[in-house]
T-cell receptor, first 117, second 110 residues
Framework: EADIYQTPRYLVIGTGKKITLECSQTMGHDKMYWYQQDPGMELHLIHYSYGVNSTEKGDLSSESTVSRIRTEHFPLTLESARPSHTSQYLC????????????????FGAGSRLTVL | DAKTTQPTSMDCAEGRAANLPCNHSTISGNEYVYWYRQIHSQGPQYIIHGLKNNETNEMASLIITEDRKSSTLILPHATLRDTAVYYCIVHRGGSYIPTFGRGTSLIVHP
């Protein structure tokens, strides 16, 4: 049973539309992440958060923005979608605490596959 | 976090052991080795992690060399459902952010 939920799973929209990808987790994890992945390619970190009101940009530059108003919620927004934004977006979370305990294990959602026409 | 090197692809016969290698020669003392796998285009799934001792769980075994510069993930009896991309990452936790490489595409054939 998934403890981290992403919606929508699939989205096809036209250029110029504003979209928000939702990500929610029920594990009380402080850290949350957004990765972007094209088919057959590696995951690229685009945003992360250490906790409420904390957001940072990742290694891959992205025109998307994120917010973290509640611990369990980490939505990603594209103000004006373009075909170059077509990709899969994966949300993940991890806890704090000692590494040996497994607190730093990432739990991923099922992903949101975005197609911009 | 230290970088890792994995073969691009491997294949294995169903029922046989799959041994997936990973080099992490620049690993530091407080970095753990983690393995994840990604089936088709689903979100990656955690498999196992370890610091220096060998580890085993219901999914796999992790063998880490004594100098910790490499490790091997072992799937003891591979099934067709184990066909996936396997990622090895090293990560010290805390405020450090885990990054993924290309991983190894494992194909299990009948």
């Amino acid at each position: 049973e998934a403890d981290i939920y992403q919606t929508p799973r699939y989205l096809v929209i036209g250029t110029g539309k504003k979209i928000t990808l939702e990500c929610s987790q029920t594990m009380g994890h402080d850290k949350m992440y957004w990765y972007q992945q094209d088919p057959g390619m590696e995951l690229h970190l685009i945003h992360y958060s250490y906790g409420v009101n904390s957001t940072e940009k990742g290694d891959l530059s992205s025109e998307s923005t994120v917010s973290r108003i509640r611990t369990e919620h980490f939505p990603l927004t594209l103000e004006s979608a373009r075909p170059s934004h077509t990709s899969q977006y994966l949300c993940a979370s991890s806890g704090t605490g000692g590494t040996a305990s497994g607190a730093n294990v990432l739990t991923f959602g099922a992903g949101s596959r975005l197609t911009v026409l | 976090d230290a970088k890792t090197t994995q073969p691009t692809s491997m294949d294995c016969a169903e029922g046989r052991a799959a041994n997936l290698p990973c080099n992490h020669s620049t690993i530091s003392g407080n970095e753990y080795v983690y393995w994840y796998r990604q089936i088709h285009s689903q979100g990656p799934q955690y498999i196992i992690h370890g610091l220096k001792n060998n580890e085993t769980n219901e999914m796999a075994s992790l063998i880490i060399t004594e100098d910790r510069k490499s490790s091997t993930l072992i799937l003891p009896h591979a099934t067709l459902r184990d066909t996936a991309v396997y990622y090895c990452i090293v990560h010290r936790g805390g405020s450090y952010i885990p990054t993924f490489g290309r991983g190894t595409s494992l194909i299990v054939h009948p």
